[in-house]
């Protein structure tokens, strides 16, 4: 349901508005102005890319609404939707410009042709006023809130130019700032329909069995517990489980990962994926707002509200940019004349050719662009980066830290020893094991449910009194009275049931570069389990690019025993690895690599590795498939178990800095270029329009390309030894 006024009037969650009719940071900040009265600084962030205005406090939405209004804008609430805008409205702004280009000719060629000159500065007028009345109507509410911004500046350099009869350039200033504002619109549609794509993978309708029947509902309306039927070729409308059917699922819009994955009873599908030829029954796990697409692109969404450093950098300059220039323009227009007795006509229009330059859209829209560009590319290949912080800072990393299991391992893995250390008997202890590890969240627990299962144990009546995880040794639980514990051979030695005999069968298990689990009540051993789990599948290529792009300090932290953290960081291609370590340990061993190598980034499983991720520069969640806790925990999240998505994110990270960095000096390039120019004389008013708007262009341009930036090495062979 949507809200209704009096609800909106009290509701104090965050708002979203969409606003049109914002073209630069200069027209930004006149919108903040008219805000700031009714919100306050700081209750509120507008991303100039996406035109979203997000409120946080609980103001009426009809206020907020005229309050942009009153600045010169329109918006609307984002839940609401508008009609298809028809075709006139929708290149409003190229049929002004176009209608203002012919006028301007005509007037022109009478000119040239000898026609009086009220006759052809009537057209021009004309030109002016048809291509300009949006721009000296935002100037003028600009004016009322004692605010400057490019339109009051372009209103300025017209009057002044009709003022000492430049009438050609008057009009030909507004002509090319018309067009250039349409160009300029249409190339940040571009990036808001990139955004705008991934909202739009999921279907809006899905097909509900109840009694036996189909029945199409809005996927909205679906509860939970539903059974949906998914069609060959049809996207799945929602999360859930398979119940029945079997077929190969396409979840690239999830995680990227282009090869379908095979489908069966009991395993998971996403909404927004795509069933390729088999027919499925899936019973609904998650709402439509809380799917794992949903809470992406709830992610994406807030990314780009989150200010990166270099944005918030140059923000501040233009601030104090815009009404300094204005201050040296009247200062170039009065000085010569009076002090140096100077023509006052030429120093007035180098004044008016400084105010044009002295817009600083090029510079402003410089980073958003670029940013959101590159969180949507991200996005679609399956990786989620919180904000351009994070991206800034993946390109700055000098060394990463690998949780061993479940980054660079499968995370599955499997029993290969049972050692029993009593009397009692294999199924008997593994019926305990697994009532036991059925309530544990830890990677192991998986590997003897698999167990059980496969030997046909039932262990879902055992009573498990009490039930304790004890981090990085182990879990304790009390069956029947009596308290077992099950973790590592410390846990073992505290509590007195890791005998000689146990501690002779971990020795060899170890040789052996198994990972060991010892369990027993207090003084008494029962049984050791051993098991191995494999290196993921491009863990070596992976770590081989990163490599190769300059990144070497690459550490292994395992909590598993020195023996099985060698063999794995070995076939991993990892110089460096450390085991048997405590998650506090982890922690310091993080930032003892921030000490030494400064930025450092944390490659975890999302759920184990929260501390570590917590203090690295950049916390990586890898390989977790889209699970609700990855998705809260980490900076940056990898969707898929493919690691080649790891050196993807950085090489995105570095082009997009490097985007930005060209994009500034392309900005300023131009604006000192021009400064000095308009200082000789040499540059005239249609000039500077062209080389300030062109630069605008230019670096929204640029930075659209990491929409489809590809680092071009995902399906490279693998470095020998893979």
């Known amino acids: ?204 309708e899905a097909v509900v069995l109840r009694d036996g029947k189909e029945f199409a509902v809005a996927a909205g309306d679906v509860p939970v517990g539903s059974t949906i039927v998914i069609r060959p070729a049809e996207r799945i409308p929602l999360d859930g489980v398979v119940a029945g059917g079997s077929s190969a699922v396409d979840e690239s819009p999830i995680t990227g990962e282009s090869t379908p994955v095979k489908k069966t009873a009991g395993q998971a599908v996403y909404a927004g994926s795509i069933n390729q030829r088999g027919r499925l029954t899936v019973n609904v796990t998650k709402g439509f707002e809380e799917t794992t697409l949903a809470r992406i692109i709830h992610l994406v969404e807030e990314a780009q509200h989150k200010r990166a450093p270099m944005q918030t950098m140059v ?16 200062l170039v227009a009065l000085v010569p004349p009076l002090l140096l007795q100077q023509p006052l006509s030429e120093w007035f229009y180098r004044a008016l050719v400084l105010l044009v330059i002295a817009c600083p859209c090029a510079l402003v829209i410089s980073t958003p662009i670029t940013i959101v560009s590159a969180l949507t590319n991200a996005a679609r290949h399956g990786i989620l980066v919180k904000g351009g912080k994070h991206l800034e800072t993946l390109a700055a990393v000098s060394a990463i830290a690998f949780d061993k299991t479940g980054t660079l391992t499968e995370g599955k893995p499997r029993v290969t020893d049972f050692v029993p250390l009593n009397s009692l008997s294999r199924d008997h202890t593994l019926r305990l094991i697994a009532a036991i590890e059925f309530r544990s969240e830890h990677h192991l627990a998986s590997a003897v449910l698999a167990e059980a299962s496969s030997a046909s144990i039932p262990f879902d009546t055992v009573g498990v009194d009490a039930f304790e995880a004890l981090p990085g040794l182990g879990v304790k639980a009390t069956i029947a009275g009596t308290t077992y514990y099950l973790g590592n051979r410390t846990l073992g030695r505290t509590h007195g049931f890791c005998s000689a005999t146990a501690e002779r069968e971990i020795e060899r298990l170890a040789r052996e570069d198994k990972t060991v689990v010892l369990f027993g009540s207090e003084g008494t051993p029962v049984c050791i389990l051993a098991m191995t789990d494999a290196a993921r599948r491009h863990t070596r290529s992976a770590i081989h690019r990163l490599q190769r792009m300059g990144i070497r ?74 699970t609700d806790a990855a998705l809260e925990t980490a900076d940056v999240v990898l969707m898929s178990d493919d690691l080649l998505r790891l050196p993807y994110v950085f090489g995105l990270s570095r082009k997009a800095v490097s985007v930005i960095t060209q994009n500034i000096i392309l ?38 390309r990491l929409l489809s930036f590809s ?3 995902h399906h490279d062979p693998p470095p020998p030894g893979e």
């Open 553 to 626: 300090h690459l550490v292994m932290l395992s909590g598993d025993d020195w023996g099985t953290a060698e063999r794995i960081a070995e076939e991993a291609g990892i110089e460096e690895f450390r085991g048997a370590l405590m998650p506090e340990e982890k922690v310091a061993a993080v930032e003892e690599m921030k000490r030494r190598h400064g930025t450092v980034a944390m490659v975890g499983d999302g759920i184990n590795d929260a501390p570590a991720l917590a203090v690295s520069s950049v916390g990586i969640a890898m390989g977790v498939g889209g």
């Open 1 to 204: 349901m949507l809200p209704n006024d009096k609800a909106g009037a009290t509701d104090s969650r965050p708002k979203t508005f969409v606003v049109s009719g914002v073209c630069c940071s200069t027209e930004e900040n006149v919108m903040k102005k008219s805000l700031d009265s009714l919100l306050g600084a700081g209750m509120y962030s507008y991303n100039s890319v996406t035109c979203e205005l997000r409120v946080d406090s609980s103001a009426d939405e009809q206020e907020v609404i005229a309050r942009v209004r009153q600045a010169g804008f329109d918006a609307r609430g984002k839940q609401f939707r508008v009609a298809e805008i028809g075709f006139w409205k929708k290149h409003e702004t190229a049929w002004y410009a176009g209608a203002a280009t012919a006028l301007t000719v005509v007037g022109l060629l009478l000119e040239s042709e000898g026609a009086s000159l009220s006759l052809s500065r009537g057209l021009l007028l004309c030109a002016i006023i048809v291509g300009g009345w949006k721009i000296f109507v935002k100037a003028w509410k600009s004016m009322r809130l004692r605010s400057l911004d490019m339109n009051v500046l372009m209103s300025i350099a017209v009057a002044g130019a009709l003022a000492i009869g430049k009438w050609n350039e008057g009009a030909a200033v507004i002509i090319l700032f018309a067009f250039s504002l349409m160009l300029e619109s249409y190339s940040a549609a571009r990036s808001r329909r990139a955004i705008g794509s991934l909202m739009r993978l999921s279907p809006e």
């Open 667 to 704: 900005a300023v390039t131009v604006k000192i270029l021009f400064f000095i120019l308009s200082f000789a004389g040499v540059a005239t008013l249609w000039m500077a329009v062209l080389a300030d708007d062109g630069a605008a262009l230019a670096v929204i341009l640029n930075g659209l």
């Open 315 to 330: 923000d501040r300059f233009a601030a104090v940019y815009t009404p300094v220039m204005l201050v040296i323009a009247v």
């Open 711 to 713: 680092d071009g090495e």
